[in-house]
């Protein structure tokens, strides 16, 4: 599977995750009585269980896609403050720190499936492909394909 498929498909499945994440909280407002969303607790702990497997899959997508850079201080703020809304409303019950975590948790999905968006875009329109299968590689007078890369002077490179 390609980077970008993987992308995609880690995307797709914390697009999904995401989606619970909101039904959850639609069902616990709506005074659902299912067992583990019928409580304020009950409910928080399971946001916070959803929203730790979008961010692990988020880790598994973690790429060479430097775009959107700025975004990134905004991500690390909003995941420090959906913790600490975690933690109060695991402690307290509260509502509101339930609703902060939720609110949260989708801004965060929202900012990583934006930057996976644009490096995709970025590398599709603007290069960062790998070389064709016959490009010669430097130095070597041979192509660039799979079974030549980091192939110099019969020495074999580790780094890429």
């Not at 616990?28 to 009585?33: A, D, E, I, K, Q």
């Not at 492909?129 to 002077?153: H, L, S």
Request: net charge positive.
């Amino acid at each position: 599977m390609g980077l970008t498929a993987k992308v995609l498909t880690m995307d797709a499945i914390a697009t999904v995750l995401a989606g619970v994440i909101v039904g959850v909280y639609a069902g616990f407002l709506s005074g659902t009585s299912l067992w583990l969303i019928s409580s304020a607790r009950g409910t928080t702990a399971t946001v916070l269980v959803l929203g730790i497997g979008a961010w692990v899959l988020h880790l598994l997508t973690r790429t060479q896609f430097g775009s959107a850079e700025d975004l990134g201080w905004v991500a690390i703020m909003l995941s420090q403050v959906a913790l600490i809304a975690a933690v109060i409303g695991l402690i307290t019950g509260s509502t509101v720190a339930l609703a902060v975590l939720v609110v949260g948790a989708a801004a965060l999905w929202l900012i990583a499936t934006a930057r996976h968006a644009i490096g995709i875009t970025e590398q599709m329109y603007f290069g960062h492909r790998p070389p064709p299968e016959d490009a010669a590689c430097p130095g070597t007078g041979r192509g660039c394909g799979a079974g030549n890369r980091g192939k110099r002077d019969g020495r074999v490179s580790l780094s890429r």
